[in-house]
């Protein structure tokens, strides 16, 4: 599986948009790129997916480059509740084993 | 609906004994997996049960863990001869049909901690 480069922590101003980016250089062209969120205590929650067109869904978008090598989840106007761990992991659609690693700590502030 | 359901939520045993993990998955979803977080090792798959078929196990650490899922619906985990690595939060999740990853869901787990 191709591996994904994510900083490890943002800020975000309540209403405002959150941009996270995701880098995943190495990416196959069978490989969706899929953005997951943990709040705290809970578990993780899909948000969105995408393969090399945007995507839109009423959570947030999904950007990818036209070489698939990057991609940025964008939540348009950010809430307090948005406040949790992002993560990006890259995977072929028939991939049942979802794994992440460290993710990034988005914090919303009022 | 109710959503995926998890006991209990939190465990604390000592080293060498074993306990038993419980997950009620949503009510019609045919596949269920168990995973596993710990702050070392991000989230690890563990097992993956659908329908009738034999389950994966790839993702089960060692022997001493096991998952049974009774009726097609409830799943226990067991960790048997617990070790203080095995302290995680264990995480249930359970989906329709075929395995997809945007479709699981995911219960609040059971934060284990082996003293």
């Known amino acids: 599986d191709a591996k994904t480069t994510q900083p490890p922590s943002m800020d975000c101003a309540e209403g405002r948009a959150a941009n996270l980016p995701c880098n995943h250089s190495?990416?196959?062209?069978?490989?969706?790129v899929y953005w997951y969120r943990q709040i705290h205590s809970q578990g993780p929650q899909y948000i969105i997916h995408?393969?090399?067109n945007n995507e839109t869904n009423e959570m947030a978008s999904l950007i990818i480059t036209e070489d698939r090598k990057s991609s940025t989840l964008i939540l348009p106007h950010a809430t307090l509740r948005d406040t949790a761990v992002y993560y990006c992991?890259?995977?072929?659609?028939?991939?049942?084993?979802?794994?992440f690693g460290a993710g990034t700590t988005v914090t919303v502030r009022a | 609906g109710a959503g995926v359901s998890q006991s209990p939520s939190n465990k604390v045993t000592e080293k060498g004994k074993d306990v038993e993990l419980r997950c009620d998955p949503i009510?019609?979803?045919?596949?269920l997996y168990w995973y596993r977080q710990s702050l070392g090792q991000g989230l690890e798959f563990l097992i993956y049960?659908?329908?009738?078929?034999?389950?994966?196990k790839s993702g089960l650490p060692s022997d001493r863990f096991s998952a049974e899922r009774t009726g097609g619906s409830v799943s226990t985990l067991t960790i048997q001869r617990t070790q203080q690595e095995d302290s995680a939060v264990y995480l249930c999740?359970?989906?329709?049909?075929?395995?997809?990853?945007?479709?699981?869901?995911f219960g609040p787990g059971t934060r284990l901690t082996v003293t």
């Open positions: 999740a359970s989906s329709y049909g075929g395995a997809s990853l945007n479709e699981q869901y």
């Open positions: 190495t990416i196959s062209g069978n490989e969706y």
């Open positions: 995408g393969l090399k």
């Open positions: 992991i890259v995977r072929v659609d028939s991939d049942y084993k979802l794994s």
């Open positions: 009510s019609g979803h045919t596949a």
């Open positions: 049960f659908q329908g009738n078929s034999a389950p994966d």
